[in-house]
């Protein structure tokens, strides 16, 4: 899991294998994002779920998001090679765009 | 469409000297964000800017740290007298519109700070 003083989690895969990571979070918020970010590089937007929205998908992504428990999921179905990154989930807890990001969970996806 | 843009990608200084991080955001985005990133460590916000205004700037260090958004021109992140801390990945990002219901935020590729 992300955020607070949790530690990052690292995962390896095979590919067409499914991938899932978690993020916690301590305080209300209006929305949680996910991005992706690969070695060195930028962080890419992958998916916004808002605080009254249970699940959403994108392509090969689904997220949920669980306010009473304080926390989202993000399942990466079929990996492929190219998923290989890191992935944070970013809070924003007030609505004023102030993101907090968690740590981030390494993925490996092996060929 | 061309996204965040950030110059330079990758930036040394000495001891003492000035740093000048440049974002220009998406085209029609008018919301920038100045994000930091230590090595092993996720992103932390350090400033909130629309043109001419500085809306949250409640992650900045309160010294040396400065940023802008003039009303013609990129975003501006400077560092005075840069010390070995501050050797950083800078990100930028960019929003179309801000408010209770948030939106999201596109980064730019990033600008590597190495300070000698």
């Known amino acids: 899991s992300q955020q607070g003083e949790e530690d990052p989690q690292a995962l390896s895969i095979q590919e067409g294998e499914n991938a899932t990571m978690n993020c916690s979070y301590k305080t209300s918020i209006n929305n949680l994002q996910w991005y992706r970010q690969n070695s060195g590089r930028g962080l890419v937007h992958l998916i916004l779920i808002r605080s009254n929205e249970r699940e959403k998908h994108s392509g090969r992504l689904r997220v949920t998001l669980d306010t009473s428990k304080k926390s989202s999921s993000l399942l990466i179905t079929a990996s492929r090679a190219a998923d290989t990154a890191s992935y944070f989930c970013a809070t924003d807890a007030d609505g004023n765009n102030r993101l907090a990001f968690g740590k981030g969970n390494q993925v490996v996806v092996i060929p | 469409n061309a996204g965040v843009m950030q110059n330079p990608r990758h930036l040394v200084r000495r001891r003492g000297q000035e740093a000048r991080l440049r974002c220009s955001p998406m085209?029609?985005?008018?919301?920038v964000y100045w994000y930091r990133q230590l090595p092993e460590e996720g992103l932390k916000f350090m400033v909130y800017?629309?043109?001419?205004?500085?809306?949250?700037e409640s992650g900045m260090p309160k010294e040396r740290f400065s940023a802008e958004f003039p009303k013609e021109g990129p975003s501006i992140l400077r560092i005075q007298q840069v010390v070995r801390g501050d050797s950083a990945a800078y990100f930028c990002?960019?929003?179309?519109?801000?408010?209770?219901?948030?939106?999201?935020?596109?980064f730019g590729p990033g600008t590597r700070l190495t300070v000698l």
């Open positions: 990002a960019s929003s179309s519109v801000s408010g209770g219901s948030g939106d999201e935020q596109f």
């Open positions: 800017l629309q043109k001419e205004n500085i809306i949250d």
């Open positions: 085209k029609g985005h008018s919301h």
